[in-house]
């Protein structure tokens, strides 16, 4: 396995993680609440739910680039 694809694991799991504790966190009593108010989710889990999609997309691309 190259370092390139090491790293694209990491990153995917690493990914993974991020998108689990943010659609955890849209399911939290506090979240809802503000989601009905607002309409939109809170900063903190956007974070981790746009954070972990970028993560996990540029680990899968890291795996496949690094396949030769």
Do not use: N, W
Request: aromatic residues 8%; without cysteine.
């Amino acid at each position: 396995m190259s370092a390139r694809a090491g790293i694209g694991i990491v990153l995917l799991i690493a990914g993974l993680v991020l998108l689990f504790f943010g659609v955890q966190s849209t399911g939290a009593f506090g979240e809802k609440v503000v989601h009905e108010v607002t309409g939109r989710y809170t900063d903190d889990t956007m974070m981790y739910l746009v954070g972990g999609g970028i993560v996990a997309a540029l680990g899968v691309v890291m795996l496949v680039v690094g396949r030769k």
